[in-house]
């Protein structure tokens, strides 16, 4: 069973920073395409970032130039590095694994002052 833990969310500034993780258990994230998506209240599910085996990135056009979408293949583990923070970045965040099409449970991220 495949399993996708995100941790790392909470409340921050406008303007701020945030790294969320995920940690997959396996090796799926070695044999598979990586994604960040959001899904903000009363809005449909979005995607934010992804990355391939290849370490090749893609981003939304909303986050380019603040958001970093990174992998680390020996800790099983895919990053999400926040910056330049906006109140419209504020939703739950899933880590999905491309290939399976497995989620994690989501973490918040509110954007605030």
């Known amino acids: 069973q495949v399993q996708l833990v995100e941790s790392g969310g909470g409340l921050v500034q406008p303007g701020g920073s945030l790294r969320l993780s995920c940690v997959a258990s396996?090796?799926?994230?070695?044999?598979?395409?990586m994604g960040w998506y959001r899904q903000a209240p009363g809005k449909a599910r979005e995607v934010v970032a992804i990355?391939?085996?290849?370490?090749?990135?893609n981003y939304a056009d909303s986050v380019k130039g603040r958001f970093t979408i990174a992998g680390d293949f020996a800790k099983n583990t895919v990053y999400l590095q926040m910056n330049s923070l906006k109140p419209e970045d504020t939703a739950v965040y899933y880590c999905?694994?491309?290939?399976?099409?497995?989620w994690g449970q989501g973490t918040q991220v509110t954007v605030s002052s």
């Open positions: 396996g090796t799926i994230f070695r044999f598979n395409d």
């Open positions: 999905h694994s491309e290939g399976g099409d497995y």
């Open positions: 990355i391939t085996t290849g370490r090749s990135t």
